[in-house]
């Protein structure tokens, strides 16, 4: 696993590491609102410098461990992650996602998946959710992927 840096002035919300190739990457994640008395938040992976090194699996490790420590410290809440649609590449990413997910053993996290086909945007969204089922039921899960849906076709 990577040395992880907490951004000062985001409220424990940004993290930083960078790669043994020097590669920089940033992990957000972005408060997305309450549904049903939970909040939602969406996690955002980007690369700040360098490039993408496809076989570090200490990147895996890295975003894994700041997903539960972030999870940890905020137990009555959703993460979620929308594969970007932007390059065709969301399917790809959803299943890196979901492989990083699975290849990491927590005793108390749960993943839910979920493939939404927008009629108004004509596109695939994948959509995963990494949640405490202690804290969540399944009917807050499709209450937040209503939510969701709504709000694309509503920016469209």
């Given at each position: 696993?990577?040395?992880?840096?907490?951004?000062?002035?985001?409220?424990?919300?940004l993290f930083y590491f960078t790669?043994?190739?020097?590669?920089?990457?940033?992990?957000e994640f972005k408060t997305r609102?309450?549904?049903?008395?939970?909040?939602?938040?969406?996690?955002?992976l980007d690369i700040i410098e360098g490039r993408s090194?496809?076989?570090?699996?200490?990147?895996?490790?890295?975003?894994?461990?700041i997903i539960q420590?972030?999870?940890?410290?905020?137990?009555?809440?959703?993460?979620?992650?929308?594969?970007?649609?932007?390059?065709?590449?969301q399917l790809k990413r959803h299943k890196k996602f979901t492989r990083w997910y699975t290849g990491h053993k927590s005793n108390n996290l749960s993943l839910f998946s979920y493939e939404i086909d927008s009629e108004s945007t004509e596109k695939t969204?994948?959509?995963?959710?990494?949640?405490d089922p202690i804290f969540t039921t399944d009917n807050e899960l499709m209450d937040i992927l209503d939510q969701y849906v709504e709000d694309k076709d509503n920016n469209r």
């Open positions: 696993m990577y040395n992880i840096i907490s951004a000062d002035g985001h409220n424990g919300h790669t043994n190739s020097n590669t920089t990457y940033s992990l609102g309450l549904v049903a008395g939970i909040t939602r938040y969406e996690v955002d090194i496809y076989l570090d699996d200490k990147i895996r490790l890295t975003v894994v461990q420590d972030f999870i940890d410290k905020n137990t009555d809440t959703i993460i979620t992650y929308v594969c970007d649609t932007g390059d065709g590449k969204y994948y959509f995963s959710a990494i949640y």
